[in-house]
């Protein structure tokens, strides 16, 4: 079974930094992360690929936010810079093994909000 803990969120006003870790049990081959904003359906921000290190964002978020891993540590970060209001939302981690096309691996969620 594969366990995704995610940990880095918090507060910040508009224009800071923040970096969002997640923890894997074990290595699966795609990491993403998802966010989900109050009143908003969940959207896709960044993904990875844990063998290549090929990585994938959102057009939104792009420039701005920078995904990478750390093989040793089994360990996922989204570094999350000029950060904006409407970045606000629960940040999740999720787990993916090919072939299935689904995210089937899911962490409970972080809180990232920013002010204004």
């Known amino acids: 079974q594969v366990q995704l803990v995610e940990s880095g969120g918090g507060l910040v006003q508009a224009g800071g930094s923040l970096r969002l870790s997640c923890a894997a049990s074990v290595q699966v081959d795609v990491v993403g992360w998802f966010r989900q904003a109050p009143g908003k359906e969940r959207e896709f921000v960044a993904a990875i690929s844990w063998s290549s290190g090929a990585n994938w964002y959102a057009g939104s978020v792009k420039g701005r936010f920078a995904i990478s891993r750390d093989n040793a540590k089994n360990t996922v970060y989204l570094q999350l810079n000029s950060l904006r209001p409407e970045d606000t939302a629960v940040y999740y981690c999720?787990?993916?093994?090919?072939?299935?096309?689904?995210?089937?691996?899911w962490g409970q969620g972080t809180q990232v909000t920013v002010s204004s």
């Open positions: 999720a787990g993916r093994q090919i072939p299935t096309s689904q995210f089937q691996y």
